[in-house]
């Protein structure tokens, strides 16, 4: 029996040019294509093929939704992720959502055949070339500070440009609790002083305040 194939691309060309890829190989047929994440989820439901090969970015949304509506139903289903977007970031989301195989855009075709082999077989495990390099990188990257939840309120009247005596008020604590605090949130964040400390924040996603004008 040869293993069945859906494809989802919003550009047709690339369907078609995988669809001969797959269909030079005896054992894989392409029984079905789809160019969105809502006609591909249909699609799949009404045909149950083996794989499904799809596209990282659809016109109304993103790839993944295919993969997890899936997988939220059926663990035998191979799921190939075929993009030209291959950094960490998305290389984890498609392993978290349940992907079997991660295969970036300028491969050789021949490579995503082989990939929905592997995925027809081992639907649950996870293929990626850049895979070991991207667990490197993210083992040796510094986890950002955390702060707790009286320091992120700290730090929010900070940012609204409130003195230490205001924020201690605002707080129901004493002024030297909140000197505390504003050290200890300094220190975290590597700055020396206010502005220093709302930059970072920023920067790290701990706050999503606009910088007070005067600083």
């Known amino acids: 029996m040869t293993t069945t194939v ?4 919003d550009h047709e060309l690339i369907r078609q040019g995988l669809a001969r890829a797959f269909e030079r190989d ?5 029984v079905g294509q789809a160019d969105s994440v809502r006609t591909g989820i249909e699609t799949w439901r009404s045909l149950r093929p083996d794989v499904v090969v799809t596209d990282l970015q659809l016109p109304d949304g993103h790839g993944l939704e295919i993969v997890s509506a899936v997988r939220a139903e059926v663990n ?7 993009t030209m977007h291959a950094g960490d970031e998305h290389i984890f989301a498609a392993m978290e959502a349940g992907a079997s195989a991660f295969v970036g855009k300028d491969t050789r075709a021949t490579e995503v055949v082989s990939a929905a082999k592997h995925a027809a077989v081992a639907p649950r495990t996870f293929l990626c070339a850049g895979l070991s390099q991207a667990v490197m990188r993210r083992a040796t ?4 500070p955390k702060l707790s939840a009286r320091e992120t309120e700290v730090l ?3 940012a609204d440009g409130l003195g230490t005596g205001e924020i201690a008020t605002s707080l129901y604590m004493s002024e030297s609790t909140a000197k505390t605090h504003i050290t200890h949130i300094y220190q975290k ?9 709302l930059v970072t924040a920023m920067r ?7 910088m007070p004008e005067r600083f």
């Open 6 to 9: 859906l494809l989802v691309d």
């Open 26 to 30: 005896s054992e894989m047929t392409v």
């Open 76 to 82: 035998t289903t191979g799921l190939v992720v075929l």
């Open 141 to 144: 990257t510094p986890a950002p």
């Open 156 to 158: 929010s009247l900070l």
């Open 189 to 197: 964040l590597g700055a020396a002083n206010r502005a220093q400390a």
């Open 204 to 210: 790290l996603g701990l706050l999503n305040h606009t």
